[in-house]
């Protein structure tokens, strides 16, 4: 049974870096056939696809969080990450992971990240 | 503001069907079929209940349908029952540089 699960803090200040993990279960990170994604749900708003990050490594960002974004993945450890620079109230949000293809089939429960001043 | 978008809200009585519309442009599920629908319930993970506009995963419900019509897809629920209470999203892959958006949800009230 594929399972995800997100770990990270819970409470940042602003210009922090926040650093997220996934950890997968069930499944490789080394397949081939899946994208693995980050996606956020601001406070009592819709969804935002963050990032994601291939088998191969490659990765692809949302332009709004261009510059300030990493995705990586650690195969020996089935897991990858988020690396957010420079975090701000607006980041405040429900972090998401989530194994991708043409949709989306397995999520974690997602961990909340507030952010103060 | 969602690149896709959704009616707020809609409500219906056990037994019954309701319908959540789901819009879009030209620049996604409009011309790819990759538009999927999700459950969201509090403290849970999102659920797919629809891939490609019309399929479902193996576990789903068959009460749950989707279809699309041009620019307006849809997620059809029968047979309402309590435990369908949640927020429903759609969400399509996109020709844009933001490969993935996703409506701002609507959230179904089981009267």
């Known amino acids: 049974q594929v399972q995800l699960r997100e770990s990270g803090p819970t409470l940042m200040k602003t210009l922090e870096t926040l650093s997220l993990t996934c950890s997968v279960s069930?499944?490789?990170?080394?397949?081939?056939?899946?994208?693995w994604t980050w996606i956020r749900q601001h406070p009592g708003k819709g969804l935002e696809w963050l990032g994601h990050i291939s088998h191969s490594g490659n990765t692809h960002y949302n332009p709004s969080l261009t510059g300030r974004l990493t995705i990586s993945v650690d195969k020996s450890r089935n897991r990858f990450f988020l690396r957010m620079t420079s975090v701000t109230v607006a980041d405040t949000a429900i972090y998401y992971c989530a194994r991708g293809s043409w949709s989306f089939d397995f999520w974690g429960q997602g961990t909340l990240v507030s952010v103060s001043s | 503001q969602s690149a896709l978008t959704q009616p707020a809200s809609v409500s219906g009585s056990p037994g019954q069907s309701i319908t959540i519309s789901c819009t879009g442009s030209s620049s996604d599920f409009s011309t790819y079929n990759y538009l999927s629908w999700y459950q969201h319930q509090p403290g849970k993970a999102p659920k797919l209940l629809i891939y490609?506009?019309?399929n479902r995963p193996s576990g789903v419900s068959p009460r749950f349908s989707g279809s699309k019509s041009g620019n307006v897809a849809s997620l059809t629920i029968s047979a309402l029952q309590a435990e369908d209470e949640a927020h429903y999203y759609c969400g399509s892959y996109t020709n844009t540089d933001t490969p993935w958006v996703f409506g701002g949800g609507t959230k179904l009230t089981v009267l």
């Open positions: 069930g499944v490789s990170v080394r397949s081939g056939s899946y994208l």
């Open positions: 490609d506009v019309t």
